[in-house]
């Protein structure tokens, strides 16, 4: 076993005025002998990534989801290996090397339970005593003051590869704060659960905000590492600054490799078919239609009080429950349909939300304008299913946006 550092994005030779702002993608080369081994993911090589924190002041950027696996040795039972499952941050607190300062919790939370949108207050973690810090608050970017005295900040979160699914705009905000800081950025990378297509429409620059804040179709195939880097080398951060970019890459991943998330990622994407949904029906969200919020069936569902019921058989009443204290259509049955026997999906599939259009018994009510055009990035969409355009008349639209988004992204991909 051996370590490989390649520095740059993968799009060419870096001069030396850049070194400073390098950014350093570490591998490690194994020899497989099996093509069906277990992924492992950045978190899980800490044999890599402690050597690089020891003696540092930290920042983490981590959820619910920033879990990892330490091989522990029992030498009571005869030298026996255990897995034991943990949170980076309690595994890095209990490293004597390194000090986690603070932690940056984004959308919903460092444990994850808030509703989508709803705003997350500062506070101490219990169990660890370290000074929590909302990026989902009155500020979705590190203040100044929030950065002083640490020496690096590492990323840590499950995302979906859904551009408006905004831990990649949390990402962003902190690169930017780390660049105009001049600390070290350290991302460990885990698996796109949809990364093996890119689909949808590219979000246009007059549309950007925290739901989409870069040009780039609705599922952009891409792990979080990736993406980063993709951030730096588009100059996307505030005057063209680069951040200090290191990636901890995983081991035994494609982009084709079936990956099940073991925590939801947020409290209304319960399991593998709700996060394989969420591309085509995330965009209910700026509808009068109902994705589920309010069951335990979230983004599994599709439904609403002015559907049809000859036609949307399946019927259900939204409830507040957890991530959803709020749900559209509270305490009124919706007729609609379950899709959770749908086959894993491949791409963007509008047939449901343009099928509803038509059904509707309210089209003036059913698009919700601003947050339609929010998730989709463009104007465009709304008004190609109001003129009663088909999905394959709608993806013909977006084809020349998704070939020139693909040149772009190959520069930067860390995996087959």
Not at 99 to 126: L, M, N, T
Not at 270 to 278: E, G, K, M, W
Not at 348 to 360: E, F, G, K, P, S
């Amino acid at each position: 076993m051996f370590l490989c550092f390649s520095c740059g994005s993968g799009s060419g030779k870096q001069d030396d005025s850049d070194k400073k702002q390098s950014e350093l993608v570490i591998h490690e080369t194994v020899e497989i002998q099996n093509e069906e081994k277990e992924i492992r993911i950045g978190a899980n090589r800490y044999d890599v990534y402690l050597e690089l924190l020891k003696g540092k002041k930290m920042g983490v950027v981590a959820n619910q989801t920033s879990r990892m696996m330490v091989n522990i040795v029992h030498s009571n039972e005869g030298q026996k290996l255990k897995h034991l499952e943990m949170h980076l941050v309690d595994y890095l607190h209990e490293n004597n090397a390194i000090k986690v300062e603070k932690v940056f919790s984004p959308e919903h939370g460092f444990r994850g339970k808030a509703d989508a949108g709803e705003h997350v207050q500062d506070g101490i973690d219990k169990k660890t005593g370290i000074p929590i810090l909302s990026l989902h608050g009155k500020s979705k970017k590190p203040t100044p003051t929030q950065m002083k005295g640490l020496d690096v900040v590492v990323f840590d979160i499950q995302d979906v590869g859904v551009r408006f699914y905004t831990y990649i705009s949390t990402m962003h905000y902190v690169m930017e704060a780390c660049a105009e800081a001049g600390i070290p950025f350290m991302v460990l990378d885990r698996p796109n659960p949809n990364g093996h297509y890119i689909d949808g429409p590219t979000m246009k620059k007059e549309h950007t905000s925290f739901l989409g804040m870069h040009p780039i179709p609705m599922v952009h195939g891409m792990t979080i590492g990736e993406y980063a880097q993709m951030i730096n080398g588009e100059g996307w951060l505030s005057d063209g600054l680069k951040c200090d970019l290191t990636v901890i890459t995983m081991e035994n991943y494609t982009h084709d490799t079936f990956y099940s998330v073991p925590v939801r990622p947020s409290p209304n994407l319960p399991n593998d078919t709700a996060i394989n949904l969420y591309p085509s029906l995330g965009l209910l969200e700026g509808t009068n239609l109902n994705a589920g919020r309010g069951t335990e069936m979230q983004f599994q569902l599709i439904g609403s009080p002015h559907l049809p019921k000859d036609k949307y058989t399946y019927a259900y009443t939204p409830q507040p429950n957890f991530g959803s204290k709020y749900p559209k259509h509270r305490d009124v049955e919706c007729n609609g349909l379950d899709l959770r026997e749908i086959p894993r999906m491949k791409r963007v599939d509008l047939t449901w939300i343009i099928d509803a259009y038509r059904n509707h018994e309210k089209k003036e009510d059913f698009f919700n304008t601003n947050n339609f055009t929010t998730h989709a990035g463009t104007e465009e969409l709304q008004k190609q299913i109001e003129q009663g355009y088909t999905m394959r008349e709608i993806r013909k639209t977006w084809l020349k946006d998704l070939e020139a988004f693909k040149k772009i992204r190959s520069k930067y991909l860390l995996y087959d």
